[in-house]
């Protein structure tokens, strides 16, 4: 039988012994309890959905918007989510990686906020009211339309062309935007007024 | 499209030729994998590059860029050699029985008429021979030499297998399989699709290149069936809807055409547009022109278009050129002729060729307006951004407006699909920042200047005073009174023409459709082809039954398809002379004895009997033309034509340069290359992961394919030394890229006229904003040129120099 | 006479009586403890992540986290401190003629009849055979330990090797343990052998009883102070 | 109680819903021994993945990436058109590309595979995992990592048999596919499945994938693809995400796809014997040691041993030193 620790060999074990004491206070036998197993909560639950469809190509895919705060109550919605809509007759709810994405372009950190100005020789955009800036511009395109007006060719017919101005029309705003865009250039008389369709 | 995406499910064969469906539609190529998994249908790619579409295709043929009309040319010949011709359909619904005059000829490359001065043909004797009665001459045997099927088989004659071949790089046996499964589809029974886009369009010969498809398919007799067509899927979701609108320099709303200097006043316009029949009893639908035409004049001037003012046809402008497109505004605007630009949603800079050219243009501008969702390129051309964008800014003296838009997610509206599909959607985000409505934002300059006519008076201000604006509030119309305006409505009672008594629609009542239009201005109309998207019976646009009786993939309850919800155009030539469907498993319309029935809205007047009316109802003939009279610049039929920048001389004339009609600006012809110091050929195009410049502000698209760069066979980067992922320069006569090489399989040299001709591919999504790394693109390599007959740059076809090279530098500030 | 290298320069004997024999300088019995300490926590965080059962072991360490984090650090601590040991004491764990007559005796070595066996010099040849079982399993454990440490080196060893080493890194683990165990009983049951790590003396009765070959070599070359 | 969703075709509901994936579906949890039998077997679930339906368009890496709501980083072009170059904790599905010339008809393939966790009914990663219930498989089928548990060890990466887990640098955890259990739990399928513009992903009861699949294999054969097939793999007792090949005889060509995957041989003799041995071995020398210091006789020194150190000492004389 030789487990007789005597008092002085006991003390030599005391620095084995201390490092097992202060281990235990690290927290010995407090092992953290595992988490129960849970999958991610469901995050579309409360949201708002709205039918859109894709603005990129042609195909024109349903899609489903998901929003925190509900526009149709006056609310103003976040985006947090957009997905294909199963019910769309195209698309059938799937999307290409572009249309998948469409989140993120909503979200881009280059989306505009604000209107913005480049002084003529600048290096730089600098912010300007909605109201300075249509003034600008609509001063801007009156004083040339009044100077290069062409109201009649050599034959006194009356032609009506402003040719010192173009305008570009964009290929991805609705039919309703477009109507008024036509309306108000072709009025002008802008016969330099063009859209995607040609490149 | 003249049909839908849905109704590619119905096709036996899908040909993708000049164009990438699986990567630039995805969603609507699904319907090509569902009719090849449910109906066994096959998929041919014919394509300079090895794509994702070839990769799911059941037969994959190269073909050298540009020359796609001698390749199709040939498949015609194959099919007519082969009788594999759907005669009766032919016959009966295209013009080739009729008679042409007899000074049409067509000799070393070129028609008759050619006049090398103007670059321009007199098309005098490219016409039908009329009888005393004022119609056509026809011989329906087809036996006379000058009938259009005759003089259309000696045309195709010379595009022999080898001479194919010799042109197109394609090698005869692929070429042949090709031929020979395409020549399959004229059984009335089964039945082709074309799906194309840019591929054929960005071509100085584009038009032509669609056209003789467009033969092939009616040779075939697959237009207006199920699963079959003349296919344009357009590239972006609302280009379709633009273009009806009339959102171009050449047109108005609906296809009806701006005046020219010729149309002194509204009646000689009118005489030039009011298409009378050419053949006895046809129904040549433009005979309705008068009453779009008044109806859209109330729409745009209400009470100021009046008969006595030749319903303010005077406030139109008139052309002296074809039109202001933008080549010529940018070719002015580089002249120094242009002094503001409006960009709404668009990023020249980087979409039009040559963008040295393009920088220098709007460097002349006195000011620059830019209305976008996006920090555009354009709206920073004056930012140096080191190679990416060598400018000397302080020297840019152009001032610049950039006006933060909403975009789709935050506006309510319809968008027109390639299928026609006229589709609502709903706001669901509340604009960033201060972002504003495109339509605020027009109506608050147009107000102001308005405002400053009313109170200065000016240049002819009656059209901008008298335009009519009556909207709840002025300052941003809705979309629901925007629309109702392009449906139109009655202005007084308007009375039935079949029961004067009874009024037909109600003085300030939405008019059903185009139907109801009058020419006495009595009614108003937006835009014709749009009516009926949103009539008394509400938004149209905004329907949602997606049920689909008997799985044709009509649709018909959902949403609106113009013209009057009609899903598949020329739909009544899916049924023989008797009214019967070609193919009763495909059936579209039927004539029940009195009147047409069927799955789709008829496209021709439901009473009109089979064997009386042609299909083909907004032609004169009533009859499709292989034969297009005078109506297109560079020919009646499709000729060979090189890229204006070929590896190759023309083989049928080697001294012709490009499309001979084409429009060419002296400036840009010193900036032509020749294949002495620019060998290989390059073409440009989408890759799935990224659409356009919009993207690569997309932190997941840009994750998904970061980098610009090119592709390359492994044979040229052998010869040039070039390692896959390594930097290489690319340059042409007009500019210079870096970009990294993808060396690849997928793309291999071809031999074209005995000679190797290289293809280097060259994507175009790359700029200097957004979350993706910087980069150049294929516009500041491609020529100043477009097609002849719409002016469509040569993006698809021209000649560059490579070498390995460094990476790019940024800009040292 | 043996050669020097089985005599360390600082031992060295204390007349009595008792006499006492010094074993370890301060400096060798820190480093022992650094190792000890080392081997210990890495044998617990290692077990840790070893067995299931043992996994409550990470509380020691402040969880999971910690204990993946940590471990290979102490195994860094402890490789360095290890190999400062061993470079002042492998001469004389060199395996001399002697060392067979332990193995050979060695029913008599665990019955305690140390008499019945030759004079044992520094270090016997159980404690030799220790010796370099720690020095051959700590690099096995150090390089194995290396290809598996994935938050650094994740990208320079292929999976399969990765494997490999994972087995091979627990293989060793075990026998490390096993002989550790061997060596802290050991010293143990040797009555009066924990103060030459404490203290770093022994009594000359353990030396003449354990290591009379190295006492009287000590004592031969008059390794002995002045009478006080 | 619902059970598993049949197809990815359907849009997520907004109204608060009971998931249908909880501790109690569990029936494999990592180190642990005894679990409790699950209440209930769910019908179990799989993504079939038609590689020749795919056209590359990587759809199902945005779609998972927005429905994840991860970040992957914006890398550079190194001549292919797999971006990123590799699965990332960011990115848990990629779309590889791989240029094959067939050799029997001389004709380019272009192979596109959509990599990414198979689900494996036997899953290496759960086999090597040391952290009690860090990765846990649901009774449908989903081997799902929960993450609160996971110590970041990346033994999971050395069990998996198809090299899919990767351990994020920034919270040390392991992250991969876990074919949107999120989404399932709420009778959803896969966001990937759901996004595909040609449905070559298409989400189903296992059984009813392996029906649809043999219609893709019959089309292809059909097409003169003889060697068409599936790959459910029973090395790794068969999987939840499964391919249609063309060329299933071979399906390395597919970007290194293992041809018959198993846990390696190394992982069970580290995971199997090793542990078990290991312990015991230990226990042994630890038992031997204490029943020798109970039993035996301590190794005392002697007075005898004291007083013939002290005459050495002794006669050893003074000091001198002549090392």
């Known amino acids: 039988m030789n487990v007789d620790l005597s008092r002085r060999s006991f003390l030599k074990l005391a620095g084995a012994g201390a490092a097992a004491t202060s281990l235990g206070a690290m927290g010995f036998g407090e092992a953290e309890a595992a988490v129960i197993a849970h999958v991610r909560p469901h995050k579309l639950t409360k949201t708002t959905e709205t039918r859109n469809t894709c603005p990129y190509c042609s195909v024109a895919c349903g899609v489903i918007i998901y929003s925190k705060g509900d526009l149709r109550k006056g609310e103003t919605a976040d985006i947090i989510h957009i997905e294909g809509d199963a019910d769309h007759p195209t698309n059938r709810g799937t999307l290409c990686p572009k249309g998948a994405a469409l989140k993120d372009f909503v979200k881009s950190p280059t989306r505009l906020q604000y209107p913005m100005h480049r002084k003529p020789g600048s290096d730089r955009f600098e912010r300007i009211s909605w109201e300075d800036a249509f003034d600008r511009i609509a001063r801007l395109m009156k004083d040339d339309r009044d100077a290069n007006f062409v109201a009649a060719n050599a034959a006194g017919v009356p032609v009506n062309r402003w040719t010192t101005v173009g305008m570009l029309a964009a290929s991805a705003t609705t039919n309703e935007t477009a109507w008024a865009t036509f309306k108000f250039a072709k009025s002008l008389g802008i016969v330099g007024f063009d859209n995607q369709a040609r490149v | 499209m003249t049909n839908s995406w849905t109704d590619i499910k119905n096709t036996d064969l899908v040909v993708v030729m000049g164009g990438n469906a699986a990567e630039a539609h995805p969603c609507g190529f699904k319907w090509v994998t569902e009719a090849k998994a449910t109906r066994g249908a096959k998929l041919i790619v014919v394509d300079p590059r090895y794509t994702r579409t070839a990769s799911v295709s059941d037969y994959y043929a190269p073909i050298r860029q540009g020359t796609d009309i001698a390749f199709l040319n040939g498949v015609m010949k194959y099919c007519i050699d082969n009788d594999k011709v759907q005669w009766e359909y032919m016959k009966a619904f295209t013009n080739a029985s009729y008679m042409v005059k007899d000074g049409f000829g067509y000799q070393d490359g070129l028609f008759t008429g050619y006049d090398a001065e103007k670059r321009d043909y007199d098309k005098s004797t490219w016409d039908y021979v009329l009888g005393d009665d004022g119609f056509v001459v026809t011989d329906p045997t087809l036996q006379h030499p000058r009938c259009v099927w005759n003089l259309l088989k000696a045309h195709l004659a010379p595009y022999t297998p080898e001479m194919v071949e010799r042109i197109c790089g394609t090698p005869k046996d692929k070429f042949l399989k090709v031929a020979e499964m395409i020549s399959e589809c004229s059984s009335p029974t089964k039945t082709m699709t074309s799906m194309y886009a840019l591929g054929w369009t960005q071509h100085s010969s584009g038009s032509q290149n669609i056209r003789a498809m467009a033969m092939l398919q009616l040779i075939l007799g697959n237009i207006g069936v199920r699963g079959g067509g003349m296919n344009a899927l357009r590239g972006h979701s609302n280009i379709q809807g633009l273009t009806d609108l009339g959102l171009m320099s050449h047109l108005l709303t609906g296809y009806l055409t701006m005046p020219t200097e010729k149309d002194v006043d509204f009646t000689t316009y009118m005489s030039t547009r009011q298409f009378k029949p050419l053949r006895p009893g046809q129904t040549s639908y433009w005979q309705n022109y008068r009453k779009f035409m008044v109806s859209f004049q109330k729409a745009m001037w209400g009470d100021a278009a009046r008969i006595d003012n030749d319903w303010g046809f005077n406030y139109l402008s008139k052309l002296d050129v074809p039109a202001y497109d933008v080549l010529r505004v940018f070719e002015l605007m580089y002249a120094g002729k242009v002094n503001g630009y409006i960009c709404q949603g668009f990023n020249p800079l980087l979409a039009f060729p040559n963008r040295d050219k393009n920088t220098k243009a709007l460097s002349n501008l006195k000011w620059l307006v830019t209305m976008d969702p996006l920090d555009t390129e354009t709206a920073r051309f004056w930012e140096n951004h080191g190679d990416f964008n060598p400018v000397d800014t302080a020297s840019i003296q152009t001032e610049v407006f950039q006006l933060p838009t909403t975009c789709f997610a935050e506006e309510e509206g319809s968008l027109t699909n390639s299928g026609r599909w006229l589709q609502w959607h709903w706001a669901g985000g509340t604009p960033p920042g201060e972002a504003k409505h495109d339509t605020y934002i027009i109506a608050q300059i147009f107000l102001r200047m308005k405002e400053m006519y009313q109170n200065e008076g000016g240049a002819f201000p009656d059209p901008i005073l008298n335009l009519s604006w009556d909207y709840a509030d002025p300052n941003e119309p809705t979309p629901e009174e925007l629309a109702k305006e392009i449906n139109g409505r009655a202005l007084t009672d308007l009375m039935d023409p079949a029961d004067p008594m009874k009024v037909q629609v109600a003085a300030g009542k939405q008019i059903l459709n185009f139907s109801q239009l009058r020419d006495d201005g009595s009614t108003m109309c937006g835009c014709w082809i749009y009516s009926g998207n949103f009539n008394e019976q509400g938004n149209n646009m905004a329907r949602r039954d997606n049920n689909d009786p008997d799985d044709t993939g009509a649709y018909l309850g959902w949403s609106f398809a113009w013209p009057l919800n009609r899903r598949t155009l020329y739909n009544r030539a899916s049924a023989d002379l008797q009214g019967k469907p070609w193919d009763p498993s495909r059936k579209l319309l039927e004539w029940d004895g009195t009147k047409w029935t069927g799955y789709d809205v008829p496209d021709i007047a439901p009473t009109a009997k089979p064997d009386e009316i042609g299909p083909f109802i907004m032609n004169q003939e009533g009859t499709a033309r292989l034969f297009s009279r005078g109506l297109m610049r560079d020919g009646p039929f499709p000729a060979h034509m090189e890229p204006f920048e070929s590896p190759v001389a023309n083989v049928f004339n080697p001294k012709m340069r490009g499309n001979p009609v084409s429009r060419v600006f002296q400036t840009d012809v010193a900036q032509m290359g020749l294949s002495d110091e620019f060998p290989y050929a390059a073409t440009s195009y989408r890759l799935t992961e990224h659409f356009h410049y919009w ?54 040299p071809l031999m074209c006229d005995g000679k190797p001709v290289h293809v280097v591919g060259i994507p175009l999504h790359w700029g200097f904003t957004g979350s993706a790394k910087k980069g150049l693109g294929p516009n500041s390599l491609a020529p100043f040129v477009g097609d002849a007959n719409i002016e469509t740059p040569e993006y698809k076809a021209f000649l560059v120099n490579i070498e390995p090279s460094t990476a790019p530098e940024e800009a040292t500030v | 006479m043996t050669k020097a290298s089985e005599l360390e320069p600082e031992d060295a004997i ?25 081997l210990i926590l890495l044998a617990l965080s290692g077990l840790a992540m070893f067995h299931p059962s043992l996994f409550f072991l990470t509380g020691l360490f402040g969880g999971g986290q910690n204990t993946r984090m940590l471990h290979p650090w102490i195994g860094v601590v402890l490789f360095f401190s290890f190999y400062i040991f061993f470079f002042q004491l492998w001469k004389a764990n060199l395996f001399t003629r002697a060392d067979m007559g332990w193995f050979t005796g060695i029913r008599d070595v665990i019955g305690g009849h140390e008499d019945r066996l030759p004079e044992m010099g520094k270090y016997n040849a159980g404690q030799k055979v220790i010796f370099w079982a720690m020095a051959l399993l700590i690099v096995a454990l150090i390089i194995t330990g290396v290809i598996i440490w994935d938050q650094y080196f994740n990208s320079y060893t292929s999976i399969e090797t990765k494997r ?20 802290v009983y050991a010293a143990f049951w040797t009555r009066g052998t924990f103060r030459a790590m404490t203290k770093g003396s022994v009594t000359g009765g353990w030396a003449w009883r354990h290591h009379r070959k190295w006492l009287k070599d000590l004592a031969g070359r008059g390794r002995i102070d002045p009478a006080e | 109680m619902m059970d598993s969703p049949r197809t990815a075709v359907s849009n997520p509901p907004v109204q608060p819903m009971e998931s249908n994936l909880t501790e109690r579906d569990l029936v494999r949890r990592s180190a642990t021994s005894e679990l409790p039998p699950p209440e209930r077997q769910l019908t179990p679930v799989a993504k079939l993945i038609d590689v020749s339906k795919c056209i590359g368009c990587k759809a199902c890496q945005s779609a998972c990436v927005e429905w994840n709501d991860t970040h992957p980083g914006i890398g550079e072009n190194v001549g292919y058109y797999t971006n990123p170059h590799d699965l990332t904790e960011d990115m848990f599905t990629l779309m590889r590309f791989t240029e094959w010339v067939n050799p029997e008809t001389d004709n380019l393939e272009w192979l596109i595979r959509k990599d990414g966790c198979m689900h494996c009914a036997d899953p290496g990663c759960l086999k ?33 048999p198809f090299n899919i887990p990767r351990i994020s640098k920034v919270d040390h955890r392991a992250y991969k596919c876990t074919l949107c259990s999120d989404r399932v739990a709420v009778g959803q399928g896969p966001a990937c499945a759901k996004a595909c513009p040609t449905q070559a992903i298409v989400f189903g009861t296992k059984e009813d994938m392996k029906k649809h699949a043999e219609h893709r294999i019959a089309d292809l054969k059909s097409r003169g693809y003889t060697n068409a097939g599936l790959y459910d793999p029973p090395g790794v007792g068969g999987t939840h995400v499964m391919y249609v090949l063309h060329h299933n005889d071979k399906p ?4 290194d796809l293992p041809d018959d995957p198993k846990i390696s041989a190394v992982v069970q003799a580290w995971k199997g014997v090793t542990k078990y041995t290991g312990l015991a071995a230990m226990g042994l020398v630890a038992a031997g040691a204490l029943l020798h210091g109970v039993f035996g006789r301590a190794n005392r020194v002697q007075p005898e041993d004291e007083e013939s150190a002290e005459r050495l000492v002794d006669s050893a004389g003074g000091r001198r030193e002549d090392a």
């Open chain 2, 695 to 748: 993207t690569k502000h997309n932190r997941v698209n840009s994750a998904l394919q970061p980098e610009f760069f090119v592709e390359i066979s492994e044979e040229l980067a052998e010869e040039k030394n070039i390692e896959n992922g390594g930097w290489v320069r690319v340059w042409s006569k007009r500019g210079s890229v870096k970009a990294k090489a993808v060396v690849t399989k997928r793309i291999r």
């Open chain 3, 14 to 38: 204390h007349r009595g009586p008792p006499v006492t024999v010094d074993r370890y300088g301060p400096g060798k019995r820190i480093n022992h403890w650094i190792t000890a300490s080392s």
């Open chain 3, 164 to 183: 490999f080493a994972v087995l091979a890194h627990a293989v060793a683990a075990v026998l490390i343990i096993c002989v550790f165990i061997v060596h």
């Open chain 4, 128 to 160: 090597a995992c040391p952290a009690p219930g860090a990765i846990v498989q649901y009774s449908n089928g989903i081997v799902d990592f929960v993450h609160e548990n996971c110590i970041g060890c990346g033994y999971c990466i050395k069990g998996c």
């Open chain 4, 252 to 255: 390395h060509i597919y970007s």
